[in-house]
């Protein structure tokens, strides 16, 4: 009898010790993924968290950005142009977005964008979006080479600041600001204009939000779906019952398009 | 608030206005002088000193103005008598028919004096003058950001080009 308690208690410590490994190696797991950025929960609501302003993150391109570049503040653009004037451009309390391109005269990934620009008709920007290039300020940059590079009518402006308040990570980069909300809504890194395009688009989507009417667009699924859909209907004035919820016939479906031919057939075109 | 400063003419801007300081180029013994514009639209790059070119782009928001500076052969002249810039204008002040160019539906002012021992003009459109009462007091804003340094300070002022040019 003694043997057995002795044992039981023996394993039972053993449990325990299991069971205290597992739960401190889910805690490193958990830290780990953390400082990767990967958090549990919405990193924009984590509470302590310094400088994250409430609000949805900004929609990203390229590699994942560093994960202590958490704001999404947009101030104005203040520097020189390539010629020595003195420019400033707003951002926010603006109802326009803003994309701001920070390249630089060396990088060699630049040298297809500065090229790009050059054929601001093949951008295919959406109407209303602003596109400013920044580069670093005549302390870092040669204004001449910049002059060189920006085709006439690009705004740019040459503003080291600029790059710090945008916490900048290198070049070429983008980040789109929404002026109505003062916001910064898409940032990240693109080679080619292609993808900053997909990334203001995606962004500008996001910014407006979901479209409840239309259920694929919003992804919805299952009950959300049905909910979102029957919505859609009664706002059109088809009731629970209408007629034409229940179809008798494809001339039903289709009406006054189907055509017969000589078979019969709704769908043989022309026919005789 | 972005800060904007060149030949002497500093501007803590208010949200919302793009401002374009600079000086144009010249030809033999032409002399130039400063120039600013503030709007609160993207200014064209190859907008005339008065707002050609960016005037007729604006909505009825929207706010164009322009501190333009002349010679020292001005100072001294009746027309700029008044010193001191002013900084505090009234909806009164504004009027359809003080326009550079007359754009149906929009208002102008413009006021000569001389700043910082400096010769200017000031000179703003409101892209609507039926909505003076709320565009003016955004004029006054901008107004009272604005600071212009002497001609000697300016003179001496430092370069923004790149060491290497």
Not at chain 1, 42 to 69: F, M, Q, Y
Not at chain 1, 112 to 131: D, I, M, N, Q, Y
Request: proline share 8%; aromatic share 8%.
């Amino acid at each position: 009898m003694l043997a057995l308690v002795v044992t039981l208690t023996v394993v039972v410590v053993l449990l325990m010790v299991l069971v205290a490994g597992l739960l401190r190696s889910h805690a490193d797991i958990l830290r780990a993924l953390h400082a990767l950025g990967v958090g549990v929960g919405d990193p924009a609501g984590r509470p302590g968290a310094t400088g994250a302003p409430s609000g949805p993150t900004p929609v990203t391109i390229g590699p994942p950005l560093p994960p202590e570049r958490r704001s999404t503040t947009a101030p104005a653009v203040a520097g020189v142009t390539p010629g020595g004037d003195a420019r400033a451009l707003a951002v926010s309390g603006v109802e326009r977005y803003t994309l701001l391109a920070f390249l630089s005269s060396g990088c060699s990934t630049c040298q297809g964008l500065w090229r790009a620009f050059a054929s601001p008709g093949t951008l295919a920007l959406p109407e209303g979006v602003r596109l400013v290039v920044v580069t670093k300020g005549p302390e870092l940059e040669i204004a001449g080479e910049v002059a060189a590079k920006a085709p006439p009518g690009l705004q740019v402006v040459m503003s080291t600041e600029a790059w710090s308040d945008y916490e900048v990570p290198g070049s070429p980069f983008f980040v789109l600001v929404d002026g109505a909300a003062g916001r910064r809504v898409g940032e990240g890194v693109a080679n080619h204009f292609h993808q900053v395009a997909d990334l203001i688009r995606r962004a500008m989507v996001d910014a407006r939000g979901p479209v409840e009417h239309t259920a694929s667009t919003t992804h919805l699924d299952g009950p959300a779906r049905e909910s979102a859909n029957d919505a859609a209907l009664i706002r059109a004035g088809i009731l629970p019952g209408d007629p034409s919820l229940y179809p008798r016939s494809l001339e039903d479906v289709f009406q006054g398009t189907a055509v017969r031919g000589a078979g019969g057939s709704p769908y043989q075109g022309t026919g005789r | 608030m972005a800060t904007v400063e060149a030949h002497g003419i500093r501007a803590r801007l208010p949200e919302g206005f793009d401002a374009h300081i600079f000086r144009r180029s010249t030809i033999g013994d032409e002399r130039s002088y400063a120039v600013a514009h503030f709007a609160t639209f993207p200014i064209p790059a190859d907008t005339g000193d008065f707002g050609g070119g960016a005037v007729t782009l604006m909505r009825p928001s929207d706010i164009f103005a322009v501190l333009f500076e002349y010679g020292p052969e001005s100072l001294g002249k009746k027309l700029f008598a008044e010193r001191g810039m002013p900084r505090a204008l009234q909806a009164s002040d504004f009027r359809p028919t003080v326009l550079r160019r007359g754009l149906q539906g929009q208002a102008g002012t413009q006021w000569f004096f001389t700043e910082s021992g400096r010769p200017f003009t000031f000179y703003a459109v409101l892209g609507a003058y039926s909505r003076r009462a709320v565009l003016v007091p955004k004029v006054n804003s901008l107004l009272s950001s604005l600071t212009v340094a002497s001609a000697a300070a300016t003179a001496g002022g430092g370069s923004t080009a790149s060491p290497w040019n």
